[in-house]
């Protein structure tokens, strides 16, 4: 069968042919070198797939008005097998035009329907933005039922072998859906923003949860993992914020993705690592508020736990302070040697956090959005990654290390209670944004005399402090002059 996926880069060349007949007209449509014919029953366009075998490419009846929209296994006598639409077209365009796509508040597909691909950007082609989490981007083309506001239910056929790419997004209105066995193959980001979408039964033999399947659904209460899921990708329930009580890990989990459970903030309990999990990946459970621990399964050779803290078997690596922690002070074990990233963000009563000696580097957002006051760095650290403190509102003061040579982008930006930084002469990037939105912040001494400050070096990529007034202190003829007068900030010289 033609996949849409296999040449969706390459160029069109559109020509239409118009001739009247008694049944239907027939439309050429040049791909690459393939030319196709499209026909229409006057409610669908529909190329051939085969001796018989039909797929739907455009739903076409612009004064469709009706509630239940059928998407049929048979059309003018040849079995549909499914919907294909070329290069990027929109099935539903035409309903979308007249305004009638929001009269439809079911779908019915019908049995005997294998395959539904529609991929391609709705309006604007340039479809991939930064989403709301910081470093998360975000591809915003368009699946074949996305933005169907008052879509509330959907009967998908035992046929069915696939859900694709966006498929049911942004539904806003789709209360619940129940995904058939057959299924084999899970594309990203099904139902990501369905938000009032409350029960999901998926199929019990599922390996995977794909992708940001349900992120944003702040409407889903329960979810029953069958135990034959081995992987949660990136973002899969990310800000589910109603998805309550215990959450039970199936048996036979190996690995949870980026974000996966992100902000999932009504969650309860401890959670229990089952015995086959090997890998826990950055900011699984950052923001779980109401997560209280963990529990190791027997047999788990890869992780422990103490105290609401999950580490690696050897505690030489922090993968999750949970954000409930109720523990105003903590020491970082000796033993550590680095922490993922994520791992200390959303902390709502730690005050006071000393790391360990042995940690290298403060990972990429590791205090986002935590209300610490005070972070004791080793003199170890050399390097500071990107957002490591951002949006840190209660942290006053912070003493860099003497080896920091880099500190990311955002890394401290949004601190907003900082008053002073100091930067020291192994110093050689102050990534963009590091120090914005710090609109307490009265001084920033930078001692290298060379420091690469927000792109300063290279003229073409400087970027201004915006959100900052401080007076920058450094050296004469130095790159902090330089960025104080591109900045319109106050210089002072050191001598």
């Not at 075998?53 to 059928?70: H, N, P, Q, R």
Request: contains cysteine; charged residues 25%.
């Amino acid at each position: 069968m033609f996949h849409f996926r296999q040449c969706k880069h390459l160029k069109r060349i559109l020509s239409i042919f118009l001739a009247l007949l008694t049944v239907f007209s027939v439309v050429a449509v040049g791909v690459g070198s393939v030319k196709v014919s499209a026909k229409t029953n006057g409610v669908f366009e529909y190329v051939s797939r085969g001796k018989n075998e039909v797929c739907l490419s455009k739903a076409i009846d612009m004064d469709y008005t009706g509630k239940t929209f059928v998407i049929p296994a048979e059309i003018d006598g040849n079995r549909v097998v499914g919907v294909d639409t070329d290069n990027g077209a929109i099935f539903f365009r035409d309903l979308i035009k007249s305004g009638n796509i929001d009269t439809i508040t079911s779908i019915k597909i019908e049995e005997g329907i294998v395959e539904l691909d529609q991929y391609g950007p709705f309006g604007d082609p340039d479809c991939f933005e930064e989403g709301p989490d910081d470093g998360d981007w975000e591809d915003y083309s368009q699946g074949l039922f996305s933005g169907m506001k008052n879509l509330r239910s959907i009967s998908l056929p035992k046929s069915l072998k696939a859900l694709d790419f966006r498929m049911f997004s942004n539904c806003t209105s789709l209360r619940k859906i129940t995904i058939p066995d057959n299924i084999e193959y899970f594309n990203d980001n099904i139902f990501e923003g369905c938000t009032s979408l409350k029960y999901v039964e998926l199929p019990s033999n599922m390996k995977y949860i794909p992708k940001k399947m349900f992120k944003n659904c702040k409407a889903l209460e329960s979810i029953k993992l069958p135990s034959s899921i081995e992987i949660i990708h990136a973002s899969a329930f990310a800000y589910c914020e109603s998805l309550k009580g215990r959450l039970k890990l199936p048996k036979n989990l190996k690995v949870i993705g980026e974000k996966a459970f992100y902000s999932c903030k009504s969650l309860t309990g401890k959670l229990e690592i089952p015995k086959n999990l090997d890998t826990v990946s950055d900011g699984a459970f950052a923001f779980c508020s109401g997560l209280t621990g963990f529990r190791i399964a027997d047999g788990n050779k890869y992780f422990s736990q103490k105290g609401g803290v999950l580490f690696d078997k050897k505690k030489t690596k922090i993968y999750c302070y949970l954000s409930g922690k109720e523990t105003k002070e903590y020491k970082v074990p000796s033993t550590v040697k680095a922490a993922s990233d994520y791992a200390f963000a959303g902390t709502k009563y730690l005050k006071k956090i000393t790391l360990s000696d042995k940690m290298k580097y403060v990972d990429g957002y590791a205090f986002y959005k935590s209300k610490v006051k005070e972070v004791n760095l080793p003199k170890s650290i050399d390097y500071i990654c990107e957002g490591a403190f951002k949006n840190c509102k209660n942290l006053k003061e912070i003493k860099i290390p003497s080896k920091v040579w880099s500190v990311g982008a955002y890394a401290f930006n949004g601190c907003s209670s900082l008053k002073s930084l100091t930067f020291p002469k192994a110093v050689l990037d102050i990534y963009e944004k590091a120090f914005d939105n710090c609109k307490n912040l009265k001084s920033v001494k930078i001692m290298n005399k060379k420091c690469d400050i927000y792109g300063v070096v290279l003229d073409y990529s400087m970027r201004k402090v915006s959100g900052s007034k401080p007076t920058i202190y450094g050296y004469k003829n130095s790159t902090a002059q330089k960025f104080a007068k591109y900045s319109k900030l106050k210089f002072v010289k050191i001598k």
